[in-house]
T-cell receptor
Framework: SQELEQSPQSLIVQEGKNLTINCTSS?????LYWYKQKYGEGLIFLMM?????EEKSHEKITAKLDEKKQQSSLHITASQPSHAGIYLC????????????????FGQGTILTVHP | KAGVTQTPRYLIKTRGQQVTLSCSPI?????VSWYQQTPGQGLQFLFE???????NKGNFPGRFSGRQFSNSRSEMNVSTLELGDSALYLC??????????FGPGTRLLVL
C-alpha cells in the first residue's frame, strides 16, 4: 500500500550482526504494529506503539515511533537464526471518532535471513 | 487462553465454486477482521465485524462477503471463485482498542 512503505524489502545478515527495518507512513498514525511471520503461517505480534517518541523493547528487539507518528523502526541486536522470517509493520489510522477500528494497513514486509 | 483458530487450514477449489472459511476469535474479543495475503499484493484488509455488524470494509468485489455470529465467531464466503483468489486468508481478533491477534490462516488454492 502506498500509505505505508517498508524498507528494505529483504535483508541478509550474518549471525550476531545488528539490523534495522523501517516503516514510513504518508499520514499520522493512530497506532503502529510490528508482526513477524513465518512463510505461509499466521502473524505473531511483536510490539505496538502509539505515542509519539515511544520506544519498546522485548529481548533483543527494539521498536521506536518518531515524534510526528509517521515513521517507525525495528532494530534487532545481535541477530540469531531464530530471528529469520518476514517482518511486517501494520498501521492503524484514526477514524472520524478519533479511535481506530479493526483495519490495519500493512507494508510489503521485510524478508530477513540470518546466516549462522 | 486459546488463540484465534481458523478452519479449514487448507482448501482446494475449482474456478466458479464458492468457499466458506471460519474463524473463532480469542475469548472475549468481539472484533474480527479478515485479510487476504498474496505474493503480489501483500496483506490486504477485507472487512471487519463487530457485534454481528460489518464495521469496516476494504476494496474487494462483492463476491467476498462475511458475517459474524452472536458468539463472535465469523465466517467469510467467496462466491464464483477465480484463479486470483488463491491466497492465504487470515483472520484477526481484538478487544476494544487493544492489539489485533492473528490466526494461523487458511490457504486457498483455486484451480
Amino acid at each position: 500500500s502506498q500509505e505505508l512503505e517498508q524498507s528494505p524489502q529483504s535483508l541478509i545478515v550474518q549471525e550476531g550482526k545488528n539490523l534495522t527495518i523501517n516503516c514510513t507512513s504518508s499520514k499520522t498514525l493512530y497506532g503502529l504494529y510490528w508482526y513477524k511471520q513465518k512463510y505461509g503461517e499466521g502473524l505473531i505480534f511483536l510490539m505496538m506503539l502509539q505515542k509519539g517518541g515511544e520506544e519498546k523493547s522485548h529481548e533483543k528487539i527494539t521498536a521506536k515511533l518518531d515524534e510526528k507518528k509517521q515513521q517507525s523502526s525495528l532494530h534487532i541486536t545481535a541477530s540469531q537464526p531464530s530471528h529469520a522470517g518476514i517482518y511486517l509493520c501494520g498501521a492503524a489510522f484514526a477514524n472520524a471518532g478519533g479511535t481506530s477500528y479493526g483495519k490495519l494497513t500493512f507494508g510489503q514486509g521485510t524478508i530477513l535471513t540470518v546466516h549462522p | 487462553k486459546a488463540g484465534v483458530t481458523q478452519t479449514p487450514r487448507y482448501l482446494i477449489k475449482t474456478r466458479g465454486q464458492q468457499v466458506t472459511l471460519s474463524c473463532s476469535p480469542i475469548s472475549g474479543h468481539r472484533s474480527v477482521s479478515w485479510y487476504q495475503q498474496t505474493p503480489g499484493q501483500g496483506l490486504q484488509f477485507l472487512f471487519e465485524y463487530f457485534s454481528e455488524t460489518q464495521r469496516n470494509k476494504g476494496n474487494f468485489p462483492g463476491r467476498f462477503s462475511g458475517r459474524q455470529f452472536s458468539n463472535s465467531r465469523s465466517e467469510m464466503n467467496v462466491s464464483t471463485l477465480e484463479l486470483g483468489d488463491s491466497a492465504l486468508y487470515l483472520c484477526a481478533s481484538k478487544r476494544g482498542q487493544e492489539t489485533q491477534y492473528f490466526g494461523p490462516g487458511t490457504r486457498l488454492l483455486v484451480l
